[in-house]
């Protein structure tokens, strides 16, 4: 017998599967064809396990009660598809009052021997070549079938690589080669497994040749950051032998039988939908377990980050972990782990879908036990509510249920927080807000306030401003009754470093990776990188005034006047127009959508009407949605106010549904829908916005969603870089990885602002006084405060300029970044908390006057425009690891210089940059090289934190390889830079002080990008 053929795979796999994974194995020969049980199994089980239940039905049914019982069992299985589901975990009663348990699943503790008894007493049995029909009707086999207690649940193909045949073949078998409504492949099984020596498929339903198979694989990577396939084992077995001795393994299999495998109903509102069966796919099944493992090994109090790539399923992931953790115990099996599961998301349909779940789960209704808050009280009621296992509510509501007294009498327990898309806004007064609700209400300030005492001499434990600060201090930081689960696609560097684990090379990981690549590679999101198409903007002003205004607000000024200039939009959004219908329209078979990304609430609604006047000037059948929040009025047209409902003709409620419908192709957006928007039809991206990090790939990533239909996406982008797309995706493509703060840093923030002498103790004590103790109802704690902060106004007041300038970006660092390391450090700095108040309310005082920006659209003309297309290409990753940091710097630097100098110069000196005569290349040699180098990370942090003449030595460094790689727009500029000293030293004074201010606008006020000059 060949020892390499298919037979063999399937032999050894049965062979295993009984000697180390806890199955029987019987011959095909015992299942019944009629039923398609193995009716020994199934009456096997029963007797030993509930005999008097047996005997009674027996009395009744008489003679032959054990064929009778297999076609009571059969009949209810042919219902429908997943009733075996409902079998196994709720029964059935039977005639002559018998009721049957049909599987015993695992108990939480071992407590009650019956349960015990009855869950080791399940008969999980393996069959090889079990009878199938044909779609000719004719008898075959599919390879293996899986049985609990006589109930088939499972199926597999199998293939051997080594005669020549993959999973694909065994994907083809299924698919044209097995009747989809046979009883054991359409009634009796939850899915089916296409399995060959390196990779699994799965499928839940049979429909033939359009039978859709996903990817049931761990990835080619261990850590989770490679990308499709399996990993090699490193112990000589195949790649797919975590099927059989992990997901196959016997408590392994009928916990996912149990707590994973549901069924979701058909949307009524959705005429096409259907009921579908959920499998979970490996990630999610890995993920969820190991989570629970360690949650139920180290208890409450700690911290999980979960990336997993869009398209990964995770509102599946985050309801099966919420109802996991609600039933977890402690490894004794005595005590649970968590009193309540909190879910704080913005998914209004995870709600349902998670009382859905519990409900099959259980088979008893959810109601109470699974509660959507949209209130303060109402979140106060669910925390305090005893019945209440599950609640789901947003962030934003725990800062105003803190001053809820029913929450505080609730703070006592211990709490599983689930986080659906953590971003940075985890890291601030919210997340502190949250963690002072939940931790227990005995937790009093005294030992930390003692040893304050014994340190400085000044705090007095009986004090109770010291009291509040101390308690205010331990709120920030980690308690021991709360665990996070936080959950995205993106984390930035802040994410990783609150919620990552930390590895011995001292960075921090996600605990558990589902990347990016292994998501494209696997088909479950698009790579929205192909196909992307990047335009060139040029353009000239003119003026005739002679103002003197400050050079960096009027360069600012002057590029938003033209890129907001009807011409340009006009301009633009012909070239949309024609690309859609040329090119996307006709796609996802007539199905396909663009969306246009534009850089401001005023951007948008010019947008929109621009594309609604070309539309029906050329008289085409488009529509056109646009959405943004509140009003705008446009300075061209102050009379006029507009919102999204009166621009679309139809409510803000209506939009999303109105777009998906077939007279819509457009959707003009700003703020809006450009994260969490999730629409399959979505093609195309026309992007008019400065894109950067998270920000990008959220952006762009609105395009991924796979459809039938739907085999490539397409970005025509008129602001972005290639490269600078690709240095946004990079980190999130393989796995991200942070690199702690030096908490060193904020102390050194802090040493700037005493070096000012405009922070006062009397002052912060005052402050304090008021701003700790008070309550609500205290009418003098207003005052109090204003007058706290009054001498500390002053004394800035009195310094020049550049010193406020360099003293309000510390002011900003500093409350930035204590609001977040109070999360993670390991001890609290009661002096800093008593001083990050009055900081942030001193930062609103005089943040305020650092100027307004210039309205110059009266002193301006465009005189000159062109759109130039660079062309079409894919952009290519790299992959591996790429740090992030959640801050850099220390708050040294003007963020702005404020030269001051003719507004006609400035102008010259923009056109030179982006001058319409576009054959010249010289006037967009230099912007290059400054753009390419403000845009390095690393000249950023050293621009964020030296002077002009320190930063020369990076900058000095960095301008010779600049010059090197932007050679290929302009040679002979280049040579002439190179071969030229005098020359070079010019242009390099210029350059110093350009690259110098940008890379420090691009590090410490990202936002100002939005306002850069195109064209680069």
Not at 514 to 539: K, P, V
Not at 567 to 590: L, T
Request: aromatic share 8%.
């Amino acid at each position: 017998m060949p020892m390499h053929d298919e037979g063999q795979f399937q032999r050894d796999i049965a062979v295993e599967m009984v000697a180390g994974s806890g199955w029987q194995q019987r011959p095909a020969a015992e299942v019944d064809r009629a039923t398609r049980l193995l009716v020994d199994d199934l009456v096997g089980y029963l007797e030993a396990t509930q005999p008097a239940a047996v005997e009674k039905f027996a009395s009744v049914a008489g003679a032959g009660w054990q064929q009778q019982l297999a076609d009571i069992v059969a009949k209810d299985l042919d219902k429908e598809p997943g009733r075996a589901l409902g079998l196994l975990r709720g029964g059935k009663k039977v005639r002559g009052g018998a009721r049957f348990s049909f599987c015993q699943f695992k108990p939480a503790n071992d407590l009650n021997a019956d349960l015990v008894a009855a869950y080791e007493a399940n008969r999980l049995t393996v069959v090889l070549e079990a009878p199938v029909r044909k779609p000719d009707g004719t008898w075959g086999e599919v390879d293996l079938a899986l049985y609990v207690n006589g109930i088939p649940v499972a199926d597999a193909e199998l293939k051997n690589s080594l005669t020549g045949q993959l999973v694909k073949q065994a994907v083809r078998q299924y698919r044209h080669d097995r009747d989809p409504s046979d009883t054991l492949l359409g009634f009796r099984s939850v899915v089916h497994f296409a399995v060959d020596t390196d990779a699994v498929m799965m499928a839940t339903r049979l429909t033939g040749p359009t039978t859709r198979f996903l990817p049931f694989n761990r990835g080619s990577s261990p850590d989770g950051a490679g990308g499709a396939g399996n990993y090699d084992p490193g112990d000589g077995s195949h790649k797919t032998s975590y099927l059989w001795r992990q997901v196959w393994q016997r408590d392994n299999w009928l916990d996912l039988l149990h707590r994973f495998v549901h069924v979701t109903p058909a949307d009524p509102a959705d005429p096409g939908s259907t009921t579908r069966m959920i499998f979970p796919r490996f990630h999610q099944w890995d993920a969820v377990r190991k989570l629970e493992a360690h949650a139920r090994t180290h208890g409450a109090g700690q911290s999980y980050l979960v990336v997993h790539s869009a398209g990964s399923g995770k509102s599946n992931t985050i309801g099966w972990l919420a109802h996991r953790l609600t039933g977890l115990t402690d490894p004794a099996g005595t005590d649970r782990v968590f009193d309540k599961v909190i879910v704080i998301t913005d998914r209004r349909v995870l709600d349902a879908q998670l009382s859905a779940t519990v409900a099959q789960f259980e088979h008893a209704s959810a109601a109470g036990k699974v509660v959507s808050v949209d209130s303060s009280r109402e979140l106060a009621d669910a925390l305090s509510r005893p019945s209440t296992r599950i609640v789901v509510s947003t962030l934003q509501k725990f800062p105003f249920a803190a001053q809820l007294e029913a929450i505080r009498d609730a703070g006592g327990g211990r709490y599983a927080v689930l986080i659906d898309e953590a971003h940075s806004s985890q890291s601030g007064e919210s997340a502190k807000q949250l963690k002072e609700v939940l931790r227990p209400a005995d937790l009093g300030a005294g030992e930390e306030v003692a040893l304050a005492a014994e340190e400085w001499a000044v705090y007095d434990d009986a004090d109770p401003v010291a009291e509040a600060v101390a308690a205010s201090a331990k709120a920030r930081g980690r308690p021991d009754n709360v665990s996070m689960f936080a959950f995205t696609a993106t984390p930035k560097g802040k994410t990783l470093e609150l919620f990552g684990t930390r590895h011995p090379d001292g960075k921090l990981r996600p605990f558990h990776l589902y990347s990016m690549r292994q998501a494209i590679e696997e088909g479950f999101i698009l790579d929205t990188l192909r196909n992307y198409t990047t335009y060139a903007t040029f353009w000239k002003v003119t003026t005739e005034s002679g103002a003197e205004v400050e050079k960096s607000k009027a360069s600012s000024a002057v590029t938003k006047y033209a890129v907001l200039h009807p011409a340009m939009i006009a301009e633009k959004a012909q070239v949309i127009v024609e690309h859609y219908r040329q090119h996307v329209r006709h796609r996802i078979g007539g199905q396909a959508k663009a969306m246009v990304v534009t850089r401001s609430r005023l951007a948008a609604v010019r947008y929109k009407q621009a594309l609604d006047r070309y539309i029906a000037e050329q008289g085409y059948d488009l529509g056109v949605v646009v959405a943004f929040s509140g009003k705008v009025q446009d300075p061209d047209a102050p009379e006029v106010e507009h919102t999204e409902a009166s621009m679309n003709g139809f409510g803000e409620t209506r939009t999303v549904r109105r777009f998906d419908g077939d007279d819509m192709h457009l959707m003009v957006v700003a703020e809006k829908y450009q994260t969490g928007f999730d629409q399959p039809k979505l093609h195309t991206m026309y992007v008019d916005k400065k894109l950067d990090g998270v920000a990008a790939v959220q952006t762009l990533g609105r395009l991924n969603r796979s459809r039938d239909g739907k085999d490539d996406t397409f970005v025509l982008d008129f602001v972005n870089d290639r490269d600078d797309i690709a240095a946004a995706f990079e980190p999130f493509y393989d796995g991200p990885v942070g690199v702690p703060t030096d908490d060193q840093t904020l102390y050194e923030v802090w040493q700037r602002l005493e070096d000012h002498h405009v922070l006062d103790e009397a002052d912060l004590d005052t402050f304090a006084q008021a701003w700790f103790t008070s309550t609500p109802d205290d009418r003098t704690a207003h005052p109090l405060l204003h007058a706290a902060l009054a001498p500390a106004e002053g004394r800035f007041e009195a310094l020049d300029e550049e010193q406020q300038e360099t003293f309000r970006t510390a002011l900003a660092q500093f409350t930035r970044m204590y609001a977040f390391l109070a999360q993670v450090l390991p001890y609290a700095d009661e002096e800093f908390e008593k001083a990050y108040p009055y900081a942030k309310m001193l930062l609103r005082r005089i943040g305020a006057r650092a100027g307004t920006a210039l309205d110059l659209s009266d002193e301006l003309e465009l005189t000159h425009l062109k759109l130039a297309e660079r062309g079409t290409e894919d952009i290519h990753l790299e992959g591996g690891e790429h740090d992030q940091t959640a801050f850099t710097g220390t708050g040294q630097g003007s963020l702005t210089d404020d030269e001051v100098a003719l507004l006609s110069e400035v102008v010259d000196a923009i056109n030179d940059r982006f001058g319409a005569e576009v054959t010249d290349d010289d006037k967009i040699f230099y912007q290059a090289v400054g753009e390419r180098m403000s845009a390095n990370p690393e000249l950023q942090q050293q621009a964020a934190v030296n002077d002009e003449q320190t930063f020369q030595y990076a900058f000095n460094d960095a301008f010779m390889e600049a010059v090197i790689d932007a050679m290929e727009h302009n040679t002979d500029l280049g040579k002439r830079l190179l071969d030229d000293p005098a020359y070079a030293n010019i242009v390099k004074t210029w350059m110093l002080r350009y690259v110098h201010r940008r890379a420090a606008e691009r590090h410490d006020t990202p936002e100002l990008d939005l306002e850069t000059p195109h064209g680069r």
